[in-house]
């Protein structure tokens, strides 16, 4: 076996520029990094880091959530903080600070990103220490907050719809899947595999035939009988977006738009049969799936529902009372 000669000892003044170096090669959107770890916030992406021994890296003992960042207010953060909250629970993750702490770290973050528009994301971890499975003695939990340009996808999937696949990815046990824990696995594949296959994302089916959920967004049905369903929330994660529009969609339901609003089983038989299917999610907001598998949903094309829910989530994003002011 040859030795290389190339890998070399490298000096703490050379690794900053070597940082840099790595960030030139392949830019990105991310605007402002706050670190409980560093006691800060950086904007040079080349300095939003996590050492290497924090548990959330090495056995993926971590949680996260994302807000959105809509024309200098941040939208529904309470909710994304309710379920944040949650998950470090069932992780047995410690909270870094109490809630309102946080909430004010979120805001000041956003604050030093000096954009209107984007993403907000933050993990908790229960810190570095340690290689070992259970976290180190004394670790102490990490707290990182991402300000971005958020997640963007092809207008097509909106003005003509996206086509998704079931996956053949086993969907999360029920403990995992109302968690939202960094282990996107499942998810990471099913995505990397539906696009594999020609599809925009795919769909998980649950063990007794119901519809789960996709990549990291919801799914819900317009029934034939104009029933807007969506999968209860016991095996899935309950996204902000759904619950909030599961709120607001009986609106629709005045201007005759639909029939009624249910969240329930929903068989894949049934979901099939369905007039009109969406994807909902902070990023994604609202987007009608025209094709599932091999097969049209309704007439193929976006449907009104679809659209009305996208219009509906759009003025509550501009006009609710959830919108949290973000200092200039
Ligand atoms: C697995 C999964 N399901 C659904 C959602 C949608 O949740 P939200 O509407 O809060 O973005 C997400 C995104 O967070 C997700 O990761």
Redesign the pocket.
């Known amino acids: 076996m040859t030795v290389s000669t190339s890998i070399q000892v490298i000096a703490e003044a050379d690794v900053l520029a070597r940082l840099k170096a790595l960030r030139a090669k392949q830019p990105v959107n991310f605007w402002a990094f706050y670190s409980s770890q560093l006691g800060g916030i950086v904007t040079d992406p080349a300095l939003m880091l996590i050492p290497f021994d924090d548990h959330m890296v090495h056995r993926g003992h971590g949680i996260f959530?994302?807000?959105g960042l809509v024309n200098g207010k941040i939208y529904d953060l309470e909710?994304?903080l309710d379920?944040f909250i949650a998950s470090a629970a069932r992780s047995k993750l410690k909270l870094p600070c109490p809630r309102e702490e946080m909430r004010d770290i979120v805001i000041r973050t956003t604050a030093a990103g000096g954009k209107r528009d984007g993403s907000i994301r933050y993990w908790l971890s229960s810190g570095p220490g340690s290689l070992e499975l259970t976290p180190a003695a004394g670790a102490e939990p990490g707290f990182f907050v991402m300000i971005f340009g958020g997640l963007s996808y092809p207008d097509r999937w909106y003005t003509e719809g996206l086509k998704v696949m079931t996956t053949t990815y086993p969907i999360k046990a029920p403990l995992y899947?109302i968690t939202?824990a960094t282990n996107?696995l499942p998810?990471v594949l099913m995505q990397m595999e539906a696009k594999e296959s020609g599809f925009d994302n795919g769909v998980f089916i649950d063990a007794d035939g119901n519809v789960g959920?996709?990549?990291?967004?919801?799914v819900a049905f317009v029934t034939k009988e104009g029933v807007f369903v969506h999968p209860t929330f016991d095996r899935?994660?309950?996204?902000?977006?759904?619950?909030?529009l599961l709120e607001l969609a009986p609106a629709l339901r005045d201007r005759g738009l639909i029939t009624g609003v249910e969240v329930r089983d929903i068989p894949v038989a049934e979901a099939r049969a369905s007039r009109e299917m969406v994807l909902?999610?902070?990023?994604?907001k609202v987007a009608p799936i025209v094709r599932w598998d091999a097969q049209a949903i309704g007439d193929g094309r976006p449907g009104p529902v679809a659209a009305a829910l996208l219009r509906l989530l759009d003025e509550d994003m501009r006009s609710s009372d959830r919108l949290i002011d973000v200092p200039c």
């Open positions: 959530d994302t807000a909710a994304h379920r899947a939202k996107y998810n959920e996709s990549s990291n967004m919801n899935i994660l309950a996204g902000c977006t759904s619950l909030r909902l999610g902070s990023s994604i």
